[in-house]
């Protein structure tokens, strides 16, 4: 999109493409779920002793879902709020209280999003989802080193399939949002699929803005006797940041108005992402064998700069170009020796390389905190640090997998992973003036095996309607992550690990009508990457996450469902030798920022096939803490998120409003200013036309 006329100009071909295209066949939604993220392999998401939720098209359309955060909305105890660190178009989702941005995974379509580095929230494309399945804890057998607490699984329609529809939005701020999924005419026995959007978004800080487009081709061929699948993923990426809010003492200063944005005049986070993946399947003697490979190609532009916390106005400005390339590679056999029995064997690699040149400009400008004058541009400020980063990382792992079903009540679930890491680091540092050179390489490799156990027990069944008790332990590593910040950081540390224990009840009742899913969980991490006084990152933290997640969602009438979650977090440092810039502070024992106890949501969806719709949901985030000494506490708040629309013949027209209550507290903590946050976005009306083929 390099004007606003493009995105309806692509949405109004889509649709008339789609008028002569054969449609797909409506897919039911059932609370018997098929899932596969636990185990590669189709399982009934109530039979797996793990803790699952699953996020239909149905749902993620009653939701209005055009971001992680509202369509994780209703899955307990997450939050993955707007923004962060990685710009507008990203979030940062948090699992069992613990607010990292790096430790969860994501996976699309069976592919890691972002591969041996960072989840690629940005480029991550919500048109035509059939559903995301939201693992809570790690996948050390499936995944292995790049699943922390939780995996996010979004799966869009199969080729040949799609949701069919094309709209067109406006909302405030003169945003504007087109999107288009349609089933492609079938040629002979190959099937294809197109999903594409776009969106320009403005901001209640008329600086801040979002220009994206994305695009995703399916197409599955049947040859050989198994089927060849193929995926077409683009994706630009152009945003413009806002500024964090400094914390000053115990509260977020006054001094800098909440929408002042202190980037200088040429900001972006742009970034143009291709990706291509082929898979195929085939029928064996034994089982089913399984190949998938993928490979994507990132180039990041990164320019914007933060305030100092001492608020005397000088910025630190960064000026960064990136290139980002992704690998995987996936092959399994999945043996069924028995009724009783199935196995997976297999094994994949995870290969990733980032390049990065930035330019940093320390204490480049001083503006006034009112935010009334636009910052120069980096272009007209002379740089005094320029440094280059080359890592290249491979994860590869060999894992096996047993699913032993004894009789129909009992399933035990066990697997090992072996897991090789390598990773080659190259990082140089030139401070001017006078000249100061810093340079290093260094490589590390590692061995490490991890494994999962679990047993699910059915306690009874009537009809529909059954319980399932379940446990499982898990034990997992994390290799440190690479945030690509502006800062000089040679050194390869330790990898976190972590074990972790869950236990829950899940099950239906009420013919069906009702599923729930409750469960308590115990994380335990070590090995933490924390800052030295010096600046410096070591391994020497631990954290232990505890707590209960209940999930509820029933359907009383057709066309109407009724949805409830809450959750009490307790995530706490064991360990922590904590510099707060005067002194060094024991936090053992205190809580994380930025976790509150309490979480809870609720809405109700009414989606008939025609006529009047409806939604509202309600999201509730506890107090927290901003801060690693709980000094600086900070309330609790709600937000109301509603559509109501009506459905005639193939059209309809929805009006939707996102942050009602307009609140604007402090949802995320960026990594590269210090004590700094990044607000809930402003509330935002959105009014949307439909064509529904």
Request: net charge negative; glycine share 10%.
């Amino acid at each position: 999109m390099r004007n606003r006329s493009t995105v309806p100009a692509l949405v109004a071909a889509a649709c008339a493409g789609a008028l002569v295209a054969a449609p797909s066949p409506a897919r039911a939604d059932s609370l018997r779920t098929i899932v596969v993220t636990a185990t590669r392999t189709p399982e009934p998401e109530g039979r797996i002793p793990i803790d699952i939720s699953v996020v239909s098209g149905k749902t993620l359309g009653a939701l209005g879902a055009q971001d992680m955060a509202s369509a994780l909305s209703l899955v307990s105890g997450v939050e993955a709020p707007a923004g962060g660190d990685a710009g507008p178009s990203s979030a940062v989702p948090a699992f069992w209280g613990l607010h990292e941005f790096d430790a969860f995974l994501l996976v699309v379509d069976g592919v890691p999003w972002g591969g041996a580095f960072n989840p690629a929230i940005p480029t991550l494309d919500l048109t035509d989802v059939d559903r995301i399945e939201v693992m809570k804890g790690s996948a050390p057998v499936m995944y292995g080193a790049t699943s922390f607490v939780g995996v996010v699984q979004v799966l869009h329609y199969p080729a040949g399939q799609a949701s069919n529809e094309a709209d067109l939005s406006y909302g405030t701020y003169g945003s504007l949002r087109g999107s288009a999924a349609l089933a492609l005419p079938q040629l002979g026995s190959y099937r294809q699929s197109l999903a594409i959007d776009g969106e320009r978004l403005g901001f209640a800080d008329g600086r801040e803005s979002v220009a994206d487009e994305r695009g995703l081709y399916r197409g599955a061929l049947d040859v050989g006797g198994g089927t060849l699948r193929i995926d077409a993923n683009l994706s630009f990426v152009n945003d413009v940041p806002p500024s964090p809010v400094i914390r000053s003492g115990a509260t977020l200063t006054p001094l800098t108005p909440v929408n002042a944005n202190f980037n200088p005049a040429d900001a972006r986070i742009n970034e143009n992402a291709y990706q291509l993946s082929l898979d195929y399947s085939h029928p064996v003697p034994l089982g089913q064998w399984k190949t998938r490979v993928s490979y994507a190609y990132s180039k990041v532009t990164d320019i914007r700069a933060f305030l100092h916390p001492d608020l005397s106005g000088a910025a630190d400005t960064q000026n960064q170009h990136r290139l980002i390339e992704d690998g995987y590679l996936d092959t399994h056999l999945a043996i069924s020796g028995s009724r009783h029995a199935h196995v997976l064997v297999g094994t994949d690699l995870l290969y990733g390389r980032g390049v990065q040149w930035t330019l940093n400009g320390n204490g480049a400008y001083t503006v006034p905190l009112d935010g009334s004058v636009v910052p120069p541009p980096t272009w007209t400020l002379p740089p005094n640090e320029i440094g280059a980063l080359d890592d290249r990382r491979l994860f590869a792992g060999q894992y096996a997998q047993l699913d032993f079903r004894p009789n129909a009540r009992w399933d035990i679930v066990a697997g090992v992973r072996l897991n090789e890491a390598y990773e080659h680091k190259s990082s140089s540092d030139l401070t001017l003036p006078p000249p100061v050179l810093l340079a290093q390489t260094v490589s590390k490799t590692l061995l490490k095996p991890t494994e999962t156990v679990g047993v699910s027990y059915r306690l009874w069944r009537f009809g529909r309607d059954e319980a399932h008790l379940y446990a499982d332990y898990r034990q997992a590593f994390k290799p440190a992550a690479i945030d690509f910040g502006p800062d000089y950081t040679p050194a390869l540390l330790s990898p976190e690990t972590a074990d972790s224990d869950e236990a829950g009840l899940k099950g239906e009742a009420l013919e069906g009508r009702l599923n729930y899913q409750l469960e308590a969980f115990q994380l335990d991490f070590s090995n933490l990457v924390v800052s030295t006084p010096s600046g410096a990152l070591v391994n020497a933290g631990g954290e232990r996450l505890r707590g209960t997640e209940l999930e509820l969602h029933y359907d009383p009438l057709r066309g109407l469902a009724l949805i409830a979650t809450a959750s009490y977090h307790d995530a706490l440092y064991t360990r922590y030798l904590f510099f707060d810039g005067v002194s060094t502070v024991n936090v053992a024992g205190r809580e994380l920022p930025l976790s509150p106890h309490f979480l809870a949501s609720a809405g109700a969806l009414y989606t008939p096939a025609h006529g009047l719709t409806a939604s509202l949901i309600g999201q509730y985030v506890g107090r927290r803490f901003l801060d690693e000494e709980n000094t600086a506490p900070v309330g609790g708040y709600a937000t109301l998120h509603a559509q109501l629309g009506y459905r005639w013949g193939h059209y309809s027209v929805t009006l939707d409003g996102t942050n009602l209550t307009n609140r604007r507290p402090p949802v995320t903590a960026s990594e590269f200013g210090s004590e700094s946050f990044y607000l809930l976005p402003a509330r935002m009306l959105w009014v949307k036309l439909g064509c529904h083929l």
